[in-house]
C-alpha cells in the first residue's frame, strides 16, 4: 500500500470521504483505539507493559501545505484553530505531553519586491504573525532569503532580490515574526518574543538562488568565498536576529546535495556560525540525496540525519521513515548523541516560543484576521511596490497620473479582473489558480473607485477592433500577466508575456493612448517595437489582495516609490544577468524606478 485510511463506519455520506482523500478537508481524526499487529496479542491497550502497536491509540497525521492541510479552502481563521487545537490536546494527552508546532507556509514577496523598506517588511512580518496565531498556527515556513540570479526560475517571485545587499535588509521580516530581541541576545540563539508571535524559518539553505539556468533542484557552482559572499551572507542577519529554524534547499553545490551536506549543515551552519535552533528538511528534500529520486531510502535517511538535518518532512510516507530511523539507530548508523541533539534543539525551540505553557490559540486575536489595519498595511506595500518603467513616448508629455474625470476609459486584459492572478501560487492551493479565490479587490475594481461618477469606464477582456468602432476612449489600461504558479510549473526558458498579452497590446496601443500594466514575479521579454508602441509602462509584480493600491498611484493620490529589485534584461540569451556582471547591458537596470512628479528619471 501506498496509503492507508480508516473510514470507520461513515453511514451514507460517502462524497465526505472523497473531500478528505482529495485535499478539501485535512485528516483530523485520531485512532481511538490501539490498532494492533495480530490477534493472539489481544487484549491490548495503551499503557500495559508490553505495548507493540501496528499503529498506538491516538495516532495520526498533519500535512502543512496549503490545499492540503486546512479545514476547508474559503472557511475562518476559528475552523483553522479548532483543527490544530485538537491535534494539539492530542498531542499534551500523549505519553510524553510534548506540544507540536504547527506551521504554514508565506510567500508572498511580490507584493514587497519593488518597495526596498526594510521598515514596511518588518510590520508586515508582525502583522502575519497575528493572524498566524489566532488561526492557531506557531510556524511558519518563511522567509525565504534566497539571492535568485536567475528569473527563469520558478521561485524568483519568492526571492526579495538578485541583489545580495538588498535581501539582507529584507531579513528584517524575522523580527517583524518572532519579535525584535532585546540588545546583546546571542547570535544564533532562538528568540520568539510571545504569544503574539510566531517561529520563523529562514530558507533555503543554501545557494539556490544561485543554480544553473535557474532550475529549482539543480547545481550551484562556485567557490565558497562566492557561496558566502552572496548566498549566505541574508542567514547571518536571520541568525542576528534569533530565527528559530533553516531549512535546507533542493539545490546541490558543486555536485553535492544540500540534503547530505555535512560540512555546510554542521561544520558552517551550526558549529562555525553557532545555530542553535533546529534544521529542517524541504517537502520530502531527503529523497533528493540519492541521484535516482529515492533509489536508496535508508542512505537517504543516514546521511540526512548525519548531515545536520534535525526534522524531516515526510508527508506521505513516515510510518516507513520511522521504522527505517530506529534501525539505523539500533545498528549504530546513526548514533544516539545525534538524535539526542537533534531533539534538545528541537525542544529548546518549543520552549522559548512558549509552547509548553500556551499550547493553544489565543482566540482573543481572532479579530486581527483581515482586520481593516491590516488591510492598509497591505495596501501600502501595493502602492510602495509599483515601479513605473516608461511614462510618456515622448518624456515631455507624460500619461500618468491618469485622469480621474476622463470621459470615457477602456480597461483590457484578463488580468484587469482577476484575484487569482494578482496573488498566484502559495495562496489558498499551492500553485493557485485564476478567479475569485479569496475575499479582495481586482485592479478593475480599484480603478472603478477610483475615477469619477461620470466617468464611463468600459471593461474587455479580450478586446477586438470592433471594439473600438463608434468610441473615443480617452485612454486605455492594459493589464497582462502570468498564470498562477509555484515552484517548478513556473519554471520559464522564453519569458514571454503569456496568454494573448501581446495581441492585445498591440491592438489597443495601436488605437488609442494605452498603459500597460504587467502583473509577474519576474521580469519579461519586451521587445522593443512592442515598448515603443506603450505610452506607459508599470510592473507591479504580484499585488495580492489589494488592486486598489494600484489605482491609487495610477490616478495620483499617491508618488511611485519602488525600484527594480532585479534586472530587466532584453533577450533571454543575456541570462544570468545580474548587477554588477562584466558585460552588463539591461534594458533597465538594478534600481530603475521613474517618479511622474519630478523630472521623469530614474530614482
Known sequence: MDALVAAWLHGGKRGRIADVLFGDYEFQ???????????????????????????PLGFGGVLIVPG???????????????????????????????????????????????????????RIGAATALEARASGINCTIAPVVAVTRDPRCGTCYESFSEDTELVRSMTSIVSGLQGVSPEGHPKGYTYVAGRRNIIACAKHFVGDGGTELGIMEGDTKSSFTDLERIHMRPFLDCLAQGVSTIMVSYNSWNGVRMHGHHFLLTNILKEKLGFKGFVISGWEGIDTICESYRADYRYCIAASINAGIDMVMEPFRY????????????????????????????????????????????????????????RELAHEAVRKSLVLLKNGRDSNKPLLPLDKNARRILVAGRHADDLGYQCSGWTITKYGTSGRITIGTTILEGIKEAVREKTELIYEKSPSPTTFEGQDFSFAIVVVGEPAYAEGRGYNTKLDIPFDGIDIINLVCDRIPTLVILISGRPFVLEPKLLEKMDALVAVWLPGSEGGGIADVLFGDYEFQGLLPVTWFKRVDQLPLNYGDQFYDPLFPLGFGLRMNMDNSSL
Open 319 to 374: 510510518q516507513e521513515f520511522l521504522d527505517t530511523l530506529i534501525s539505523l539507530v539500533e545498528s549504530g548508523y546513526i548514533s544516539m548523541a545525534r538524535i539526542d541533539d537533534a531533539v534538545q534543539r528541537m525542544l529548546r525551540v518549543k520552549f522559548i516560543a512558549g509552547l509548553f505553557g500556551h499550547p493553544f490559540t489565543d482566540r482573543s486575536l481572532l479579530d486581527t484576521v483581515g482586520c481593516k489595519v491590516h
Open 29 to 55: 481524526g485520531l485512532l481511538p483505539v490501539t490498532w494492533f499487529k495480530r490477534a493472539d496479542q489481544l487484549p491490548l491497550n495503551y499503557g500495559v507493559q508490553s505495548y507493540n502497536a501496528l499503529f
Open 68 to 122: 492540503s492541510s486546512n479545514p476547508d479552502k474559503h472557511e475562518f481563521a476559528a475552523d483553522w484553530a479548532n483543527m490544530v487545537d485538537t491535534s494539539q490536546r492530542a498531542a499534551l494527552e500523549s505519553r510524553l505531553g510534548i506540544p507540536i508546532i504547527y506551521a504554514t507556509e508565506v510567500h508572498r514577496k511580490s507584493s514587497l519586491i519593488g518597495a526596498w523598506d526594510r521598515d514596511l517588511v518588518q
